[in-house]
């Protein structure tokens, strides 16, 4: 009976501990990152654009604009990471003309070594790409492995992509 | 007067519908309620509380001119929401299908149902006893 008194006393307290959980989860969490089907399923067929272009060696995929800030804002962290040895980097050119692009590659520097054209989106949408920058990593044998929404910081570099794409690289 | 009420008829009739209708036309009132309906029941992903028919945003507009030549290509609700689903996830469905990831959303209102119905009862139970 006294048992069943301390339990019916502590019972706000539980519903506001499981409340308490479910917010401080929250916290830590970016409605706008909504997982990727794609990871882990190979590459889809992209009008226009060959598949073995992601054939054969580990790729980063980067969906960019000339227009868009935060592309800018990773742009020299992309620089860096082109140097990666064994590392083939393909932009996608999100939305852009072509002339504008030229002039942001100049100014900023080329990481890309190939580019692909995406004047109305369309390429983006059968990726699954909602946003610049987006970017994805891709291994050998032409399966997406890693998606990352938004630009890449340094932490998520050393952290995340880094390790990554070395193990990638080694075949694994 | 004459000339003024043309003017007014002409104006009212090219309301946002006529402009919506140009810009999608169908040959078919079967395949333009088909396109309404999947754009309203579609998640913009950008603004990700609005569905495709109402935002206005740049994405939006690709999805709908990407659901559009689905459309009038004899795509199916399905095959259309299938295409979607498969590049984007469940979420940018307004109607997610039973799955591992949606149980507990389509179970909740039934679990918290079954929560009010045991409070209620000992409730009812307590002003009965006394």
Request: proline letters at 6%; charged letters at 20%; a positive charge.
């Amino acid at each position: 009976m006294i048992l069943k008194k301390i339990l019916k006393s502590l019972m706000p307290l539980l519903i506001f501990l499981v409340i308490l959980a479910f917010l401080v989860k929250s916290l830590h969490r970016d409605p706008h990152t909504v997982p990727s089907p794609f990871v882990g399923k190979p590459m889809p067929s992209l009008p226009g654009v060959h598949s073995d272009l992601f054939k054969h060696h580990v790729t980063v995929l980067n969906v960019f604009a000339s227009w868009c800030l935060y592309c800018r804002a990773e742009h020299p962290l992309l620089m860096d990471i082109s140097e990666t040895k064994g590392l083939t980097m393909i932009g996608i050119d999100y939305k852009d003309e072509p002339k504008e692009m030229r002039i942001f590659l100049k100014h900023y520097g080329n990481p890309y070594s190939n580019i692909i054209a995406d004047p109305n989106g369309t390429i983006a949408i059968n990726l699954g790409v909602y946003g610049t920058p987006e970017t994805f990593i891709i291994d050998k044998k032409g399966v997406i492995r890693y998606k990352h929404v938004g630009p890449i910081t340094l932490n998520d570099w050393r952290d995340t992509l880094k390790p990554l794409i070395q193990r990638l690289l080694r075949g694994v | 007067m004459r000339f003024l009420m043309i003017m007014i008829f002409i104006l009212a009739s090219s309301s946002s519908l006529g402009l919506a209708k140009d810009r999608y036309p169908f040959s078919t009132e079967k395949q333009q309620q088909q396109f309404e309906r999947i754009i309203n029941d579609m998640r913009c992903m950008v603004c990700q509380n609005q569905n495709l028919a109402d935002s206005s945003s740049g994405f939006a507009d690709d999805m709908r001119s990407e659901i559009y030549k689905m459309v009038v290509a004899g795509k199916s609700d399905r095959q259309v929401i299938h295409f979607m689903v498969k590049r984007y996830g469940y979420f940018v469905s307004f109607d997610p299908p039973f799955y591992r990831e949606t149980y507990l959303l389509w179970l909740a209102p039934l679990l918290l149902l079954a929560i009010a119905f045991l409070i209620g009862r000992s409730v009812y139970k307590k002003y009965r006893g006394s």
